[in-house]
């Protein structure tokens, strides 16, 4: 409980109802649902614990993002109808690949998106319009944090030693210059 959550990720079932007033989540295979109403106390944890993003990756999404709209999550991705399995298996597929890249939020899901519309629109006509973010008014842009392995981590070390070596060559010759005059 005390962990910091960043990404917050449900796959299956879900819908909206009451024109997209609240959603419910199927959280068994005998069709129970259960509201987010339920979750606002463990969603507002989560949030004061670093929660930025909440992907429901699930049918007739809105009715969620509304109910989650006053937990101030930063960011929320849904599916604005039903789903197919595919398009919703494909669309994580393009946008962690583009997200985990360094791509922004919005642009990573616009890149999903547009390979969405290249890929299935013809199999699966209005795929790629499916998913929708909502954005918290006070949010900051979001990244992935971009973890740099090893090669990157030695090669900014030299340029730091080389720009290190330079700065140190300019001073000493300053310095020496100055030990030169006042000979």
């Given at each position: 409980r005390?962990?910091p959550w960043?990404i ?5 079932h879900?819908i ?7 959603g419910e989540?199927?959280?068994?295979a005998d069709e129970s649902?259960?509201?987010?109403r339920?979750?606002?106390y ?9 929660l ?6 699930s049918?007739?999404?809105?009715g969620?993002?509304?109910?989650l ?5 930063p960011?929320?991705i849904v599916m604005?109808e039903p ?6 298996q494909?669309?994580?597929k393009y946008?962690l690949?583009?997200?985990?890249s360094?791509?922004s939020?919005?642009a990573s899901?616009?890149?999903?998106r547009?390979?969405?519309?290249e890929?299935w629109?013809?199999?699966y006509?209005c795929a ?10 006070a949010a ?7 973890i740099?392995?090893?090669?990157e981590?030695a090669?900014?070390a030299v340029?730091v ?6 700065i140190c ?6 310095v020496d210059d100055?030990n030169?005059?006042?000979?």
């Open positions: 005390t962990q960043d917050l990720f449900f796959a299956g879900s909206s109802k009451e024109g997209d007033c609240w989540i199927q959280i068994n649902y259960l509201s987010l339920n979750l606002r463990s969603l507002r944890h989560a949030v004061r614990q670093g930025k993003l909440a992907i429901f990756n049918c007739d999404g809105l969620l993002a509304r109910n709209a006053d937990l101030r999550i960011y929320t604005r789903v197919p399995d595919i398009i919703a494909e669309f994580l946008f690949t583009a997200f985990t360094g791509e939020l919005y899901v616009n890149q999903a547009e390979r969405l519309y890929e629109e013809r199999d006509p790629s319009w499916l998913p929708v973010i909502f954005q918290n008014p900051t842009e979001l990244k992935y944090p971009r740099m392995n090893w090669k981590k090669y900014r340029i030693t080389v720009s290190l070596g330079c060559a300019v001073l000493w010759r300053g100055i030169f005059r006042n000979r």
